[in-house]
């Protein structure tokens, strides 16, 4: 916990490399002093079909899984910080967003393996 979910146009693939967009997105995570490093998990996904702007043509959407209990400036910390580092690097991207959604703890569960994280 956190999960950092990215979702992008397939496109990106051609033009930035995307184990450096996940690179940011953890470092952005670090940098917002809101959650610990050692828990952040990112994973991204492409998407073929899609539809934006009528003059876009490129797209990177991130989500931000939290367990309840941010305050909404923590949470829009990690928005800014994260919106900010990403666009530094995808400046060509027509559309970079970032949505902030709490998870409730009480009904979030996980299974993780001794010795695997």
Request: charged residues 30%; glycine residues 6%.
């Amino acid at each position: 916990m956190p999960h950092f979910v990215i979702e992008y146009s397939r496109d990106l693939e051609d033009r930035y490399d995307l184990s450096e967009v996940m690179e940011i997105t953890y470092a952005s995570g670090v940098e917002s002093g809101v959650m610990a490093a050692d828990n952040i998990k990112v994973r991204a996904r492409p998407y073929d079909h899609y539809r934006i702007l009528d003059d876009g043509d490129s797209f990177l959407h991130t989500t931000v899984f939290l367990l309840g209990g941010r305050t909404d400036p923590q949470k829009e910390q990690v928005a800014r910080i994260l919106r900010e580092n990403l666009q530094s690097y995808l400046q060509d991207v027509t559309s970079i967003s970032v949505d902030i959604r709490d998870m409730n703890p009480q009904v979030y569960k996980k299974r993780v393996l001794p010795g695997k994280g």
